[in-house]
């Protein structure tokens, strides 16, 4: 078994256990300290933005944001394995940080947790996912109103603080089409969609694996446990072993898309030289993060 660190949308009961159809044996409710939470840019207007963590001096200015906060689940390896398909790199994390094989998005890191609602306060390892997207690095973008709901309510179904509740709430806010700008801001879309269809068809094929795997990990979880695989301390199988992960190429490709046509040419078309309206950040986050463009 392993802890995995939950900070997003996976806090949520409703997306880990219904979505992710995950069975946690335990859970923690904690905290990393050193990392911080912020919403990497992602798909202008569709879904602008996910949760990540980054070391604190990842972030240029001090601005007093708590450590994250989060859950720890207790799952097997095979389970884990199972969450890293379902979040961005679609199991192929591990290459995060190689310059020829990394496909982007998340990376997956070992942190240390303290539990905040044990006495003392327990200190224990887990995996989770970390790093800001793209050659760009934005952060502190405008997720969509539908992701910032499970995220906050995933806060406080799990039982977060109130005031981490509140800094969710209060810091990061859901994206908003300016009213006076629906139409220009249509037309970007429209745009955009055009573009995003090879990322589009990376996650088809990441959905079909995912499936199919779900499937495999519900007759797995039906089997009754031998004494050989119940013992603790060692891992039994392979890494990713009897787990269909989406093929590396169709990944690589829809990241070098990414990174050459939409962040390179598409987005400083759109948004800097045609001036249409930023699909990532509001307005006003916008101002404020203006040198990051």
């Not at 933005?49 to 708590?66: H, L, Q």
């Not at 405008?142 to 499970?150: E, G, H, V």
């Not at 994206?175 to 990376?202: D, G, M, Q, W, Y």
């Not at 695989?229 to 898309?257: A, M, Q, T």
Request: hydrophobic content about 35%; glycine content about 6%.
């Amino acid at each position: 078994l392993v802890w995995y660190f939950s900070y997003g949308s996976n806090m949520n009961p409703k997306v880990f256990e219904g979505l992710r159809k995950i069975n946690c044996r335990d859970y923690r409710v904690c905290t990393v300290p050193g990392y911080v939470l912020t919403y990497a840019a992602m798909l202008p207007y569709i879904e602008p933005a996910f949760c990540t963590v980054v070391p604190r001096n990842e972030i240029p200015e001090d601005d007093g944001r708590p450590d994250v906060h989060g859950v720890a689940f207790r799952i097997t390896r095979e389970e884990y394995e199972h969450v890293l398909l379902s979040e961005g790199g679609s199991g192929w994390q591990e290459y995060r940080y190689h310059p020829t094989w990394t496909i982007g998005q998340y990376g997956e890191e070992e942190v240390e947790c303290f539990s905040i609602e044990d006495s003392p306060r327990k200190l224990f390892n887990a995996y989770t996912l970390v790093g800001l997207f793209g050659s760009s690095k934005l952060y502190d973008c405008n997720a969509s109103q539908r992701y910032c709901d499970l995220v906050n309510m995933g806060a406080e179904k799990s039982g977060l603080p109130a005031s981490y509740r509140k800094y969710l709430k209060e810091r990061h806010h859901p994206f908003v089409v300016p009213a006076k700008s629906r139409l220009t801001t249509n037309f970007a879309k429209v745009i955009c969609f055009l573009f995003f269809l090879p990322c589009i068809l990376e996650f088809v094929v990441s959905v079909l694996c995912l499936l199919w795997n779900q499937r495999k990990l519900k007759n797995h979880q039906r089997r009754p446990k031998s004494a050989k695989d119940s013992s603790s301390g060692r891992l039994l199988r392979k890494h990713f072993e009897n787990v269909i992960r989406p093929p590396w190429i169709v990944g690589r490709i829809s990241y070098l898309w990414r990174i050459h046509v939409l962040e390179n040419f598409l987005f400083p078309l759109l948004f800097d030289r045609l001036g249409l309206p930023n699909g990532l950040r509001n307005e006003k986050e916008e101002a404020v993060n203006k040198k990051q463009m």
